[in-house]
């Protein structure tokens, strides 16, 4: 996507929220930098399973972007950020609030460098919040939010949903900081917070009940036979989602029981009778065979993949949710097309530790010699 050609980004973050932020920012089109700790770097780059010494997960969020590896610490390298924020749009960080004060890059510092800086802070709670200064990570904040265990057993999750829904807010407020900017803005992400405003049908359900829901209590949790879950034969499970009357009567007709399309909205117990009737009828078959019977008749319903199985899917290879990069391998890609006219960009491999360091001190004003001497007091990398 081409719509941020204009936009420079430096990314003083590590780890999934901010690296995602950046990412949707760079898949749009934007020039992102990442700002990295020498001798160590963003420590997404060493997240497990790794190939050779370069994870995946560093490939795909971020890929598309250039690496400086400086010590922020020294006074050269706080010279150097300065410089890359001069020119900045965006400036991203997110480590605890305060950090960046004692190093001297808060809002008001980069601002008086950058009067048009649009600054973004991703931390637990915000910035206003003390508990922020609380560690934690994606399970501890999905924890505090409430989805860890919901709507059953706690369980290590499978998404990092806290992570990437914050990443993506923080995208989204910079996007319209840029399309109504007038003068620089401190935009605050709170990580818990974000993911809870996620919880828009719990939440509501709770809001009116006062409980928080449990499976099996209403429509969306799983009390109805029409949304619901049923395992096969195979122990796989197809998901059912027939709640239109004309989907709940197609998928009837496949599965062979038609007499019970008027218990659609029966008593509880009579749900009760259609919700096991129903499950013997999908414990009949594999998940593959109900798959093939279901697929094309309009039932409103799916076999459950494994992420595999969503990876090599026919779909996903179609609809450019994938990417190759030459050294990194395959890569989850921007999913969104728009025409016309707006391809999306060459994508390039995320970068080594610090291998632009060069390319982007020069670009600043360094030259070769300055660029080596920086390197060798340790500024650089």
Same mark, same amino acid.
């Given at each position: ?10 990314? $003083? ?8 932020? /950046? ?16 001798? %160590? ?32 610490? =020294? ?8 410089? %890359? ?37 991703? =931390? ?22 409430? /989805? ?35 003068? +620089? ?10 993911? %809870?405003?996620?919880?828009? %049908? ?13 499976? +099996? ?13 049923? $395992?096969?034969?195979?122990? +796989? ?145």
């Amino acid at each position: 996507m081409s719509f941020l050609n204009d936009i420079r980004v430096v990314d $003083a973050t590590r780890l999934l929220p901010g690296g995602f932020c /950046t990412m949707l920012l760079s898949d749009m089109g934007a020039s992102v930098v990442k700002v990295e700790q020498p001798g %160590l770097g963003d420590y997404m780059r060493s997240t497990p399973p790794t190939v050779e010494g370069v994870s995946p997960v560093h490939s795909t969020v971020n890929r598309n972007k250039l690496s400086i590896g400086v010590n922020l610490k =020294s006074k050269q390298g706080k010279l150097i950020l300065h410089r %890359l924020v001069r020119s900045a749009d965006v400036f991203v960080e997110g480590f605890r609030p305060g950090a960046m004060e004692r190093l001297g890059f808060s809002f008001d510092d980069v601002r008086r460098t950058n009067r048009r800086i649009i600054y973004c802070s991703i =931390s637990a709670f915000g910035q206003r919040e003390s508990i922020s200064s609380t560690p934690g990570h994606d399970i501890n904040f999905q924890a505090i939010a409430g /989805t860890l265990g919901y709507p059953g057993k706690a369980q290590v999750p499978l998404l990092q949903l806290s992570d990437l829904v914050s990443g993506t807010y923080a995208a989204l407020a910079i996007v319209g900081a840029i399309a109504g900017r007038k003068r +620089g803005v401190h935009i605050d992400v709170p990580i818990a917070p974000s993911l %809870l405003s996620w919880t828009v %049908l719990p939440a509501s359900s709770y809001f009116v009940t006062g409980r928080s829901p449990k499976r +099996g209590e209403s429509l969306i949790f799983g009390s109805t036979p029409y949304y619901n879950v049923y $395992a096969t034969s195979d122990g +796989g499970h197809v998901a059912v989602a027939a709640i239109e009357q004309e989907f709940w009567h197609n998928l009837l007709s496949v599965v062979g029981a038609p007499e019970l399309e008027e218990l659609r909205f029966g008593t509880q117990k009579e749900r009760r009778r259609v919700s096991k009737r129903l499950a013997e009828i999908f414990a009949s078959k594999t998940r593959d065979q109900w798959a093939e019977l279901l697929e094309g008749k309009e039932t409103c319903s799916s076999p459950v993949a494994s992420v595999g199985e969503a990876l090599e899917s026919a779909w996903a290879q179609r609809t450019g949710v994938l990417a190759r990069i030459p050294g990194d391998g395959r890569v989850l890609d921007w999913p969104v097309h728009v025409r016309p006219g707006r391809r999306k960009k060459r994508q390039t491999s995320a970068p080594t530790l610090g291998r632009d360091t060069g390319a982007i001190l020069s670009s600043l004003g360094y030259g070769p010699a300055e660029v080596e001497r920086l390197k060798r007091v340790g500024a650089v990398e």
